[in-house]
């Protein structure tokens, strides 16, 4: 039996994961890995600034540490891949990051990438992931759909919002493909791929497809 | 029943179809999609040049309308992704290229990826390929084990080329990950990650794993 | 006696033909090679897709086969620069393109260039071009006219589309340098870099002169 | 009087401290701003992983929010400059990282920068990070001295082995600067210049310099 | 007692020259290098072209050769940098650019920077030498006041215009971190920071504080 | 009649002048524009530095403005393109730089050029022009012959050395294209790109052949 997909939301918000689970349930297969979705008990409940980013990353890893002799995989499920490269050098198993993936996986779609955050304050985190990552040719506009979180949970505000900078993105930024800058949204996901009229990548499932195919490649032999 | 990955070999080698067909093979699951790999009769033994690249467009589109039906994802086998945008136009399948996946499968394993070509030729259009997908940055080098098809049939000659330049790129040019350019050379991965000593990137598996992946979500309601 | 410059237009039109042979007409003289335009009987009315770009390569192949002999140099007359790189292999002579010198021309008359294309669907197959080429640290933006091509034929409206375009090019974009975005319209050069007050390229013209330059050079002795 | 510069270096190291402390003395003037260098008693003995540099994090933010109100800036040395971004959100001081003022500095001295780091895995990260800033450009290499903790403690053997790849960098990778690549190795800044022939860097003498700087600038009037 | 920093003012302007004695009085100290303000008698009123830049760098070699045997470093203040790379050869002291420093400063204060021109006609000359730096990863745009000499005497008017500006490059280009792209305009760094509410970098500041911090270190012994 | 071509040696060889006049001969014809060859006066015998390239700039224009009335356009024929953007500002003609159009036509003989130097010193130039230019990511390497003037008179040498770095710049660096860095050593050419084995662009060739289309274009009416 294969080992699982370890997907650790890094935030101690259930409905966070909930929703990630939703979103990667389609990848489950029979015979393949698991997917086992989780929250940290100790991160905070949004990760919205580098503090966020950088205090998470000891409790994914010491989670990891636990997971590690049983795992296939392991998938960081937030936008800002905290820890993606300590736990890299930490574990045996390979490790996938939702930015990383999900840029990535906007780069088979479409020329030039646009993001959509939640807080404008993520933007220059952003900015420099994707300097990090060598693709700012590639790259069209990052904007914020600035809604608080309290303010997320009007749900047609956030897809009117999300639509609205979807639109800005594609037509003043030239984007034709679109990035959700955030874990937990697969929700939006179609509505706003419809009302923009471009592809819209959702991060979670671009990173746990690709874990997934990781642990069945990996698992068999001879290659 | 969820409708197959079409791989198409755009070359008329068996042989090759034969290796891909084995090197994806584990990516099959029970409830996923088929995966369905086939040569194309009208192309060439094999794709050495620009002018085999751009002459195997015209029937990969045909086989692919054939197919469009039915499919749920296109991959394009040669490492020069012949007809890749083309075929994204013409179909309302996602197309995913392998060396397109390849290396951005790479960008995941390592900082600076390194390019094992069969033929000194194709490295100027490997780099122009590189440069349209933006990722100049993360590129290490791009050399060849400059062996003839004759010569490629001499497994232990090929390896053994493979190990000598897959070292140089890590040696010489600072890569940390490696891409196989070709398809059809599964059979040496595991053996050229285990000499050299950095990751080792097949591009069938890197683009069937994400067909795959798009295939069961795409294929789910709700997302 | 000097070996012509071969100038092909990759699509069926005469008209076009006619207009590129207008607009190269002063680079002819008395001692240079000739200047020979002609069309390609099998190529598609207009060159509009990724599909017609690679579509076109074989009979490109075919034809300049044909003038090999003969050839000085060739010029592919289509702003995508089809088969380029297939007639580079095959060809002894020097093969130019007209996007390619089209490009490289503007980057000597402005630090940005902005590129005026017909349809939108140019536009992703401009940037992986440009991408390729290396130089989007020069690229300013790529919009189109969005004119269908019953509506090409109004001259007027045309050209006032062009300027519109030119203008939100340079005051949006900063594009100090405006490259026209297709062979054939050439009338339009003049009248659209006085509207909008900056040189506007007209890529046949860069890459013919490029061409018969090389001829004269390669075709004296000594150097 | 002026509020001081602190130096926080992220490791426990009382010998590093030394070091960075009489590096930057020079930079201490009767009117200007002291200058406090300070280790962080839950640093590792040194930085080495990216789980080092993660990890420090935390303990950075609280040492700094601890000297905030009689802060004049920080300085974090550590050439990976854990905690930047996250203690520039946290802190009104402005806050330099030895790496980036390193790099930075090495921009004014020379065309491509080669860097000396101590180990071979932390070069990954530090490509990440130049990339981040966005000047791999400029960048020539990243080559480690490889030696361990224990082996740095022979000053000779450091030297020669930083002199060899100072060498490598300049004659195969085209380096005209050098940026030592960690802090706490100023004494052999000099012998190395001298040695190789072109300017090195040392970055937490760049850090303190633009620190002290800004210092007296803010606190001045009227600008 | 310490060489002093002599900034080279490259127009004849006294206005401008005491402006900058002004800007950067706050980075002199009783034991520190003095810091000498100059203008240069043959200079242009202003630096207004490619050809004032060109047209100085003669004047300024021989009036930094009559300086050189007393001098700590130059400073070259006009933010076309004119005879940078020229006087670093010529010079055994280290030679600072306001633009080239001004820059630098700003990738430590945000991910994109915007710049403020005075006329638009140097917004070519500005990206030709963020290009020859290597930094257009960083850059968000560079947008001209278009003030002409006589209404800069009109400072609310001037600030006014700069104002704008930086708006524009916060809210339309993303810019996070202006500077001030001439020299003398100290006097509207705080208002104009105020205003848009990002870190603005007056440049001649910025390279000072650099200069001095290198004199103080070179002339200590040891490093 | 056409109004000529001025080629201005920025040097005062006539030697140098002699070259480029049989260097660009071929480009002459009945019908075109003449193309009119010389040297500055007051020019350094060699232009060898920064210092020597920025101090012509001033005699440059003037000659260009006693030349203007007459000019169909203007070469700058020194490989520091010295003076051309200023004599892009003063003049109404069209003004092309060698190294600028010698790089621009390497770009369409090979993916990554290479450029051979005579002196050393001369490469962090021509790198800060490739980086103005935006084409780092298409260049290979910059190496030197490092002949001083004396030992250039000995022609066997010269293009032994040239030949050694040629292949160099070809076999370590990847280089498919190489530009003689200088002006002057047409040559040389045709033997340099029979031993080396790739094309060899000599850049007063460039440079003149794209400046005499220009003046027949810009010359013919109604485009």
Redesign the interface.
Known sequence: MASPVYVINPNSSQTVMAEID??V???R????PGIVCLSLAEGPPGIQ???D???V??PI?RKAADLEANAGAFVIACFSD??L??L???SRR?V??IA??GV??A??????FGVIAILP?S???H???F????????FA?DLSISLGVAELSDEDRTLTRMVEVGRTLKDMH?A?VLVMGCAGM??Y??ALEGAVGIPVV?PT??A???A???V??S??L??
Chains 1, 2, 3, 4, 5, 6 share one sequence.
């Open positions: 939703k979103a349930a389609p990848l297969s029979a015979g393949g600034s580098q503090r980013v950088d205090g990353v000891t890893l905290p820890g490269h300590a890299r050098e930490q390979r996938f990051g990383e993936c990535l996986a780069l088979t779609l479409g020329q030039r304050t933007i220059p985190r900015l420099r992931y300097g990090a990552m060598g693709v700012m040719d590639r506009a030239g034709d697969a929700r996901r179609a959702e499932q671009a746990v497809a690709m997934v195919g990781h069945r490649l698992q068999a001879a290659f």
